[in-house]
């Protein structure tokens, strides 16, 4: 199978999906090519991917100057944690999926001034308060809320982003998708810069239990781009 074969094989099952869900939002696939060349994602972009999705700061930065993705184009969305030294590598070049702390808010607000650009983002919450994963507590949320629409603008908040606990049976995650369909419904409060019309949630293993559950972006790798080659970068 090739990557083209692979990513029709996951635009398929994303259709089937959406059929058996019935009407509702539209679905955006984010190929990661976390530790992938740039030549395999270049190969899936030819083949019709249009959103790329990037782990580790530097390799998205590496990987949006390489010329060859830069023709073609691709949507970038950043969806790993974010060390808040590192958002000049990021703002105002990709939706962040991942913030998740006031401290990154205001460093991502102090660069988006500094470029004078608007920078959206997702919240990304930690359901199941598992302690090795990133991710604002729900009780933590509306404060967090708060402190991007005090951003006056430069931050706009465009939805949230969820990793469910990790399973080999992915209906155990669809309870964990409703929630954050549900967090989402009644989060955004009337704040000004904070519309949460964005659900980022669903892998390769689980997108389509995350589309039944409302998934408007699921991040998508090995089902693409098969097993990840070599160790993190630093």
């Not at 990133?134 to 402190?147: E, H, R, T």
């Not at 689980?206 to 090995?222: H, K, L, S, Y």
Request: glycine share 10%; charged share 20%; with cysteine.
């Amino acid at each position: 199978m090739t990557i083209a074969d692979d990513l029709a094989r996951v635009r398929d099952q994303i259709a089937a999906a959406i059929d058996r869900r019935g009407p509702g939002p539209a679905v955006t696939l984010i190929g990661v090519g976390k530790k992938q060349p740039a030549s395999a994602l270049a190969t899936a972009l030819r083949a019709g991917l249009r959103d790329l999705g990037e782990n580790y700061a530097q390799e998205f930065a590496n990987k949006q100057a390489d010329p060859t993705l830069a023709a073609l184009a691709p949507r970038w969305h950043f969806i790993g944690g974010l060390q808040s030294n590192k958002a000049r590598l990021v703002v105002g070049r990709a939706l962040i999926h991942t913030v998740d702390r006031p401290s990154l808010v205001t460093a991502l607000a102090a660069r988006a001034r500094a470029l004078a650009c608007t920078q959206e983002i997702l919240v990304e919450v930690n359901l199941a308060g598992e302690a090795q994963k990133a991710g604002v507590a729900p009780d933590a949320l509306p404060a967090l809320l708060d402190a991007i629409a005090g951003e006056a603008g430069v931050l706009r908040c465009v939805g949230l982003m969820l990793i469910p606990p990790a399973d080999d049976d992915p209906e155990r995650a669809r309870p964990h998708f409703a929630a954050l369909r549900e967090l989402a419904a009644r989060g955004a409060d009337g704040r000004p810069h904070v519309e949460l019309r964005e659900l980022s949630m669903g892998m390769s293993g689980d997108f389509p239990v995350a589309i039944a559950e409302g998934a408007t972006m699921v991040r998508v790798g090995t089902a693409i781009f098969g097993a990840r080659p070599g160790p993190a970068p630093p």
